[in-house]
Nanobody
């Protein structure tokens, strides 16, 4: 059974940092492209960042460039999202997702994801 489990969310002050983790099990992690999404109340879920199976190709949504870093550790089946310079607008539930290789990439990362985690809440106080 495939499981993606996010952790590392919480409450942080504006300007602060958080590091999210996504532990994957039940799949061959190195054969999946991965992505981070977020959904704020009243808004649609949207892509934050994506990384291919090797970790060498990435995509970032425009507002995350220079602040967020996506990375992966294939040896430990874990995906990361380092978030710096957080602002209140970054508050949302953050989800990780897996797209089985070979996945087709569009302008904003993989076009289709096969598995999703339950999400972790990030709250940013002003």
């Amino acid at each position: 059974q495939v499981q993606l489990l996010e952790s590392g969310g919480g409450l942080v002050q504006a300007g602060g940092s958080l590091r999210l983790s996504c532990a994957a099990s039940g799949l061959t992690f190195s054969r999946y492209d991965m992505g981070w999404f977020r959904q704020a109340p009243g808004k649609e879920r949207d892509i934050v960042a994506a990384v291919n199976w090797t970790g060498k190709m990435t995509y970032y949504a425009e507002s995350m460039k220079g602040r967020f870093t996506i990375s992966r550790d294939n040896a430990n089946n874990t995906l990361y999202l380092q978030m710096n310079s957080l602002v209140p607008e970054d508050a949302a539930v953050y989800y990780c997702a897996a797209a089985q290789w070979p996945s087709r990439w569009g302008r904003r990362g993989p076009l289709k994801y096969d598995y999703w985690g339950p999400g972790t809440q990030v709250t940013v106080s002003s």
